[in-house]
């Protein structure tokens, strides 16, 4: 028999291990495979569980040595809180710094840090601390008070410092003989109107694989695995960027976009420059970097039912008749649609969260009469030219029509302002494929790109 | 040797008129200043946001579209209470509406808490002058 050779791509999530195993010579999705998550126990449990159920299903054929690349969003993904001065500018910017990275920014603090405000950071207990604020050479003093409320915590969280340039040696010598870990990354905002996000993110991505890893039990899967254990998000993010950007030798789609609708958030990318089509406009805000991720908290379709109702009822998408149904029969995060109403109402509510996601993720224009004629301001990334949408997540995936849960992202005539995808062809990602082409891309880019185009699929 | 002190320029409001202030950047970047250009169409908030960030010493704003009074509204006061009340505020260019008094603008404009207030043709050397003086007077420049 011919030995295959063959890629075992895994995602430690919260609720199921994935394994996606990719054959790398046919470049195809062998198969696709999901039990329930072991990472309260012993994360291998549940992976070799994955691995066997692949084996029963693919045969003896995919042999003893396995090459495994995993990533993993499991006991509550990255979860971080950022430190900033001003709201719009340093936490902003440090806020795209977490997002871009993978991480759940589940609080954001600007100004002066208070006690009180130390004590909440203490109850969140974060993986990261993202502490920014200042332009180089900028306001000094915030950061300095800042940096020393968080050598006061409890909670024993690495923090990242990505603020003015100049405030190190105070910061370290604030830290002197703690035990935390203090790390120093280039300025988020080392200007105004510059936004420098890599160095933060390639410090949270190091942290995240020498720390928070072993934190949440998964380094027990480090011996099995082959590369570092990455984020699930910024798998993703890697995806969408080959599969835009494509490599020296195999072209990729253009800009695009991607929406993951979740039970407990819907995440939007842009790859995109977000440049105005409009003539004349002027861009007002914080630059948008070209791969931008956003994470919407209050969007999931299982945990935020009703505040989606709300929406839902506020857009037109959903009315009084769908609320007791969808409240009576979706009140459990596991639970999946099985009859047609419940299809229909699943993908009602997931509309509702590609809509609004959507449309927070898109940047806006604001029309001004003037005396030399109209003026128009742009804030956020002009995505109306965008030719391509995928979608992803089961609630688009499995849906019974996902062209018609996707299509609420596209541009409508009675907000002209909002700059959503007007003529965009919409994809999914039929084999729910986009996290672990994102993991393979780091060994085979070309490989990964081709079999990516083969499982997004028009619909 | 201490640092170049950091000054904002920009035209407030929804004034798209620009020159002025890039004219006045380049002037300042020349004589050795920090300069954070806004550029036109710049929202009054956004003085304050950037010059909280950035720890600027001084705005410099322009508006020629008459509208000053109405964009103004309330701006030293919100200084104050972003904790920018030892920046200096610098407003120059057509105030004002219709046929006035420039001193007039001046007294109206002063009143609203700015520390400088100039006619749109005024010298640049003549703003450098007072920049400079009002600078060392507050001990931001040697």
Redesign the interface.
Known sequence: MVRRDLRFLIDFGSTFTKLTVVDLEEEVVMGRYQVPSTVGTDITIGLTQALRAAEDHLGRAIGEKKNLLACSSAAGGLRMITVGLVPSLSSEAGVRAALGAGAKVVSSFSYELTLHDVMEIDRISPDIILLIGGTDGGNKQVILHNAERLSGLQCKAPIIVAGNREARDGIEALFKGSEKLLVFADNVLPQIGVLEVDSSRDAIRRIFISHIIKAKGIDKAIGIVDAAIIPTPSAVLRAAELLAGGTKTEEGLGELMVVDVGGATTDVYSIAGGEPTRSGAMIRGLPEPYAKRTVEGDLGVRHNIDSLLEMGRLTGNLNERHFDEIRNRFSSPSKLPEDDLEFELDSLLAGVAVDIAGGRHCGQIKVIPAPSGELIVQTGKDLSAIRCVIGTGGPIVFARDPGAVLRNILFRANSPDMLRPKKAALYIDSTYALYAMGLLSQQEPDKALRIMKKVVKPV | MT?AP?IITGTVG?D?HSIGSRLLSRVLKDRGF?V?E????T?AE?FI??A????ASAILMSSL?GMAEIDLAGFKDACIEAGLQDVLLYLGGYLMVGRHDWGEAERRFKALGFDRVYPPEVDLDKVMEDLKSDLHQRGKLQ
């Open positions: 640092k950091t929804e798209s920090n954070v806004l550029g036109g169409l929202p956004e946001h950037v909280k960030e950035t720890d579209y």
